[in-house]
């Protein structure tokens, strides 16, 4: 059975780092499009960023220069390293591929 579990958040200053990762249970990871989006509280789930079978990446205008995603076939897992983080960057995080979701991972950043 596909399955995404994202890890990796947590509490953070402005101006921090984070990665995030999305481990993927199931066939034929490296043909797949994952793709990561958050919500933040009271608000709809927003695209962030993504990277195709062919490690094309495209990224939402609010996280561009400043987060990476990155993928490693062989462990099967995305990855979305997140610098100079901001207040606006606090929601759950979800990763997204083969249109299955994970369960999301809280990113808070305050000070």
């Known amino acids: 059975q596909v399955q995404l579990v994202e890890s990796g958040g947590g509490l953070v200053q402005p101006g921090g780092s984070l990665r995030l990762s999305c481990k993927y249970s199931?066939?034929?990871?490296?043909?797949?499009?994952v793709g990561w989006y958050r919500e933040a509280p009271g608000q709809q789930r927003e695209w962030v960023a993504t990277i195709t079978a062919g490690r094309v990446v495209t990224y939402a205008d609010s996280v561009k220069c400043r987060f990476t995603i990155s993928r490693d076939n062989i462990i099967r897992t995305v990855y979305l390293q997140m610098n100079s983080l901001k207040p606006d960057d606090t929601g759950v995080y979800y990763c997204?591929?083969?249109?299955?979701w994970g369960r999301g991972t809280q990113v808070t950043v305050s000070s």
């Open positions: 199931g066939p034929f990871f490296s043909s797949l499009t």
């Open positions: 997204r591929s083969n249109e299955k």
